[in-house]
């Protein structure tokens, strides 16, 4: 039993069924938990378990309607979703006598599973990407275009109710089907509700992570986050690699790789450093290499040892022992809650040895992961742990680490499919060495578009290795590279609002940040072929760029998929008609991400390391069709005071005499947690304006600043009481067209293509009366096909809205 903490270790379980939704013979049970998700299990004792493992907590679901018919020979059960046939045989399950159909017209033959077959997925994730230089090979998922998947619980440890794990018998099968058909979010939200929701994290976590490994002292450091200041650049997590510890100890004692005490010669104060970084709005994390153990040089090795019964005359290394409970209660109480009680506020689990202990098939990882977690969760914030993925389940602890990999484009190019893929095993919050880790050369293009698709991932942390040219401080890449890295690292901070509300949904609906695109198209076979491409929250889809730019056009290319409907590039704001693939060309500085027509995105007007609720508030409204936002605010930590939530509205309408009407209203919830007053700012995309907008406050109509930029109107509301609520109106609005020659003129303006070409290239643009005859008239030319491409994306983007 753990000590002390039997509250602090146990996870919130419900892992027994309900009587009515099992069928039992015999040595075997079939539990229905929904018409689509079965449980196999056989036992040659029949002792069935129903206690939690370390994947499922909870099996507690509404038993569904189900058929069950059973003679000598044969049970079959049969859903609306699935059909299960067992012929009855003693001496456990086979490909023989067991196999389970996915009712749904998914594929000829290929939608019944036979035991023992392992179905082809849509993919997983993996444990790791360490060295990896582009891409690996994933583990499978949950998700199948044929309508099936299974995972395999039979070897997971049980969860005991002091908060300890133990084994299972050998010999026992213990399995799940889903039979989800193509209905992918439907499959993840019952896989949540098996094994456990994804918790919410710290706000603070949202925002830019440093990290590097190198050895920092403490007035380094500290001068580096003042240079960060000083040119605007945001991070709200510090993250200190090894050398926060001792790491030249006397070879008797190892590498030093393992550590627990400051390195007072970096270090000298180490409360007051932490301190500094809070007051500067940084959250720490610092690295832990664990496999070593305690050795007798550590601050804390006498009261470690003396507790466990170690000789301390004889300095005998206290060996790390992850499996012992007693082992674990002083790991937590000498080694990590004294640097927590000084500022530490999570920390990087860097885990590298492997999943072998004394305990046959128990995961050193996982139990890190899971005890971690849960010890950092025992006040009143909301927990946080940094570390390698550890199989199924693994969501419960947030955040992953995706392990050092090369710095290339084709590790870039791997990590937005491997990002979007987690998903499929429910796995959300990666993070990515950003900019790459080792190897590689200086690659000014590279680190920005790395940088880019950090900022539109789970989390964003720069990284690199150890080594005097491998910062990755933006202002090392040159003028232009750091002027673009600075205002993306800017808007990160800026999307914090957008990122904590979709943190919250993915807790509460089960409904990723990330998402491929065919969880929502799923009959689609384009959203298939577009691996890279990915939902990014309710309102955005990204398409990185992960490959240089093509070097007559100075432009970077990327394949994309747009769904049915209007859809408008968030940073140049053009207006595309969707329902089509698309060879897109963007410069260093913009990136392929797309709101669809009625949708609204909220942002913190300002940024700086702290990711408070903000006080003044920028609203992207896009025009075209209805749209909802609901922005959800607490305080950030999960201290227990009540959330707030503040709900957006557009209704669109373009009829002669209408009025089209965005709309905000009061807050709902505790208000206390919000600022006092706040401003907004409304940045209406794709609204040509024929009259002023008016707006309403509670009602009265109030003064506001209204001015064009480029093809954003923007109406600027004076600051109100935080319980306002707004309505702006919004008379004769139409949908502005796409500025198709003025686009195309700084397109060839940028190219680095021959003068006198230009001007032909431009001149038949001018000449031309409709898209289809410039098109026609360019390819007369014999232009290259990259020129041709990119001016088509142009000109067909919306090609009956042409100014």
């Not at 072998?356 to 971690?372: C, S």
């Not at 969501?395 to 290339?408: E, K």
Request: contains cysteine; hydrophobic residues 35%; aromatic residues 14%.
């Amino acid at each position: 039993m753990v000590k002390r903490r039997k509250e602090v270790f146990n996870l919130d379980r419900e892992p027994e069924a309900p009587v009515e939704s099992q069928v039992i013979w015999k040595n075997y049970r079939f539990t229905v938990l929904t018409s689509a998700l079965f449980r196999i299990e056989y036992d040659k004792h029949g002792e069935f378990e129903d206690r939690a493992t370390q994947t499922v907590l909870n099996r507690n679901f509404h038993t569904p309607e189900f058929n069950k018919k059973e003679n000598d020979e044969y049970i079959e059960i049969i859903t609306a979703k699935a059909h299960l046939i067992f012929h009855k045989e003693e001496g456990g399950f086979t490909k023989n006598n067991l196999r389970i159909e996915a009712i749904g017209n998914y594929s000829l033959y290929h939608s019944t599973w036979y035991f023992g077959d392992r179905p082809d997925t849509l993919k997983g994730t993996a444990r790791t990407l360490d060295f990896a230089d582009g891409a690996i090979e994933l583990e499978e998922g949950l998700m199948n275009k044929n309508g099936y998947s299974v995972f395999d619980d039979s070897k997971s440890m049980r969860l005991t109710d002091d908060g300890w794990v133990e084994k299972r018998p050998k010999g026992i099968t213990d399995m799940y089907f889903f039979g989800y058909g193509r209905d992918y979010l439907g499959t993840l939200k019952d896989y949540h509700h098996l094994t456990g929701k994804t918790p919410m994290l710290p706000r603070y976590a949202l925002g830019n992570w440093w990290s590097r490994y190198y050895p920092y002292s403490q007035e380094g450091y500290k001068r580096l986050i003042k240079e960060f200041e000083t040119r605007d650049i945001p991070f709200s997590v510090a993250v200190i690699d090894m050398d926060w510890h001792l790491t030249d100890v006397p070879p008797e004692y190892g590498s030093g790789w393992t550590g627990y005490t400051w390195d007072t010669d970096l270090f000298p104060d180490p409360r007051a450093f932490l301190d500094w970084l809070d007051d500067h709005g940084l959250r720490t994390t610092l690295n832990l290499h664990p496999a070593n153990g305690v050795q007798p040089y550590e601050e804390m090795y006498e009261p470690m040892a003396k507790e466990l019964g170690v000789d301390i005359e004889e300095k005998k290394p206290i060996n790390f022992d992850i499996a012992n409970h007693e082992f674990l209660d002083a790991y937590f109480k000498y080694l990590h809650h004294p640097h927590e009680e000084i500022g530490v506020d999570f920390w990087w689990i860097d885990w590298q040895q492997g999943s072998v202990t004394k305990v046959e098939g128990l995961d050193p990882l996982w139990m890190l992961n899971h005890y971690h977690f849960l010890d950092n969760g025992r006040g009143e914030s909301r927990p946080l742990v940094f570390s390698r993925y550890a199989g199924l389940g693994s969501h419960r602890y947030p955040i992953g680490f995706s392990g050092d990999t090369a710095a290339t484009w084709d590790s870039l190019n791997f990590q937005p499919y491997f990002t979007a893929t987690a998903s499929n095993v429910g796995y959300g919050w990666w993070s990515h060495d950003i900019g790459g880790h080792y190897g590689g050369k200086k690659d000014n293009e590279l680190f920005v578009r790395w940088v880019q698709f950090g900022v539109f991932s789970p989390i964003n942390r720069l990284h690199s290795q150890d080594g005097e040219f491998s910062g990755k401080e933006p202002w090392r890449y040159g003028n232009n590279a750091e002027k673009i890295v600075t205002e993306f690292l800017q808007l990160r901070h800026r999307l914090v609002p957008y990122l904590y509300t979709m943190n919250v949904i993915n807790h509460f609906d089960d409904f990723p940040l990330i998402r491929p695109m065919y969880y929502h198209y799923p009959w689609k076979e384009e959203a298939y072929e577009v691996p890279n491409q990915y939902y990014f929250g309710t309102q955005m889809i990204v398409a990185p760029v992960t490959q240089p730019l093509r070097d007559d056009l100075r432009l970077g290319k990327v394949k994309v998929w747009l769904p049915e409907g209007r859809w408008y590039d968030f940073f140049i704001n053009r207006a595309y008609e969707g329902d089509r693939m698309i060879d897109m060309y963007r410069s260093l500085s913009a990136y392929p991400v797309f709101v669809k027509a009625g949708g609204i995105v909220p942002l913190d007007q300002s940024y700086s390391n702290h990711t408070n609720n903000p006080e003044h508030m920028e609203v992207k409204v896009y025009a075209g069709d209805n749209g909802s936002f609901s922005l959800y605010e607490d305080d950030g930590l999960g201290k227990g005071l009540e959330e707030v939530t503040t709900k957006m509205s557009l209704i669109w309408k373009e009829e002669e005499g209408e009025w089209s009407i965005f709309q905000i209203n009061a807050p709902e919830g505790n208000q206390d947690i919000l600022p006092a007053e706040r401003q907004f700012t409304l940045s209406l995309i794709g609204f040509a304006c024929q009259k002023m907008p008016e707006v309403y406050v509670n009602d009265e109509q109030v003064d506001v600043e209204v001015f064009r930029k480029g093809k954003v109107t923007n109406v600027v509301i004076p600051k109100q009481p935080i319980d306002s609520t707004y309505t702006v109106h919004l008379k004769e609005v139409k949908l502005k067209q796409n500025d198709m020659h003025g686009e195309l003129f700084r397109f060839l303006d940028r190219a680095q293509l021959p003068a006198s070409q230009k001007e032909k290239i431009y001149n038949t643009i001018i000449r031309g009366k409709s898209s289809a005859r410039v098109i026609s008239a360019l390819l007369a030319l014999d232009l290259g096909e990259d020129i041709i491409d990119a001016i088509s994306e142009i000109v067909w983007a919306n090609p009956d809205e042409v100014d």
